[in-house]
């Protein structure tokens, strides 16, 4: 199956910026379904932001204009590069894959998503 291994996250101040990174197996990458996930304590997991096979993205209102998704398909990486974070930012933030081309209104949903990576913790202090 895919495996997908977060890393990046940390401690940094409101207002600061963190680059988070996933790197996937499978030789396929490239049309994968791509996303970003987060959890806070005591709140349902959310969508942040995903990416397409065919590059369109969705983003979380929460995050439009602060975050963006990207991808490397030579090296089956994506990035989450956060820019002007929030301590209501502060979360585990997980990768997650689609790989059989989804075609639902709400593709970048996690119930899309096929695999998932472990996670990896973003606090931010105010």
């Known amino acids: 199956q895919v495996q997908l291994v977060e890393s990046g996250g940390g401690l940094v101040q409101a207002g600061g910026s963190l680059r988070l990174s996933c790197a996937a197996s499978?030789?396929?990458?490239?049309?994968?379904?791509m996303g970003w996930f987060r959890q806070a304590p005591g709140k349902e997991r959310e969508s942040v932001t995903a990416?397409?096979?065919?590059?369109?993205?969705y983003y979380a209102d929460s995050v439009k204009g602060r975050f963006t998704i990207s991808r490397d398909n030579a090296k089956n990486w994506i990035y989450l590069q956060m820019n002007s974070l929030k301590p209501e930012d502060t979360a585990v933030y997980y990768c997650?894959?689609?790989?059989?081309?989804?075609?639902?209104?709400?593709?970048?949903?996690?119930?899309?998503?096929?695999?998932w990576g472990k996670g990896t913790l973003v606090t931010v202090s105010s």
């Open positions: 499978g030789r396929t990458f490239s049309s994968y379904t």
């Open positions: 997650a894959a689609d790989v059989n081309y989804s075609a639902s209104s709400r593709w970048y949903s996690a119930g899309s998503m096929n695999y």
């Open positions: 990416i397409r096979w065919d590059g369109g993205t």
